[in-house]
């Protein structure tokens, strides 16, 4: 009778220790993965470095002068220029001289004391079709010449086309056509490189 009661406890206690773990709360853990271990040897590509960004560089607000490149051309003497259709202009140590639809001739002398080559200037001549007008004139005075250009009485702008004899004589010759419907009354302005008026000429054609 002891025996079995020793033995009944035994179980007892046994059955207690087996459920004791089972009533513990289960804990859960998270396992980080470890990081790969390069072999021996190996090579390891770093990460590309990201590139600088570069910044734009200030703009600085300087406005650079407007210039006019010099479209004056350079003719021997004597070298007929096709100026207009049947109209060709030349020039020789005395003046300007240009042909005219007719078959004759014209001439514009800087050499007659007509001129006042000691001060920049410029002169107009003026004729033409039923079609066409034709400009042509001398500038003088000045070896900065660079542009001429004709303003009719509307406003309107064009800009003539420039001669000159080689070694830069102080004068030369300048041509333009317009419409014939564009009347009279175109002023001449005559300007340097660098934009600035050397001379003008009161809006008429003779």
Do not use: C, I
């Not at 021996?40 to 300087?62: N, Y």
């Not at 109209?87 to 240009?98: D, F, I």
């Not at 033409?128 to 001429?148: E, N, P």
């Not at 009354?185 to 660098?194: A, K, P, S």
């Amino acid at each position: 009778m002891t025996r079995m009661k020793k033995y009944a406890l035994a179980v007892s206690v046994t059955a207690a220790l087996v459920a004791v773990p089972a009533a513990l709360p289960t804990a859960a853990f998270a396992t980080a993965s470890p990081e790969p271990v390069p072999a021996p040897g190996a090579t390891v590509a770093a990460a590309p470095a990201q590139p600088a960004t570069a910044k734009a560089p200030a703009t600085a607000g300087k406005t650079t002068a407007k210039t006019h490149a010099s479209a004056v051309r350079v003719v021997a003497p004597g070298e007929r220029v096709k100026a207009a259709p049947g109209v060709e202009l030349w020039l020789t140590p005395e003046g300007k001289h240009w042909s005219t639809g007719d078959g004759g001739e014209n001439f514009r002398s800087v050499v007659d004391g007509n001129l006042d080559m000691s001060a920049p200037g410029v002169s107009h001549q003026t004729e033409g079709t039923a079609k066409r007008l034709f400009h042509s004139g001398v500038w003088y005075g000045t070896k900065a010449a660079a542009r001429v250009v004709l303003t009719d009485a509307a406003g309107k702008v064009t800009t003539a086309k420039l001669v000159e004899l080689p070694g830069k004589p102080g004068w030369g010759a300048w041509y333009a056509t317009t419409p014939a419907a564009a009347g009279t009354g175109h002023g001449v302005t005559l300007y340097d490189r660098h934009g600035r008026v050397l001379a003008e000429l009161p809006g008429f054609d003779r």
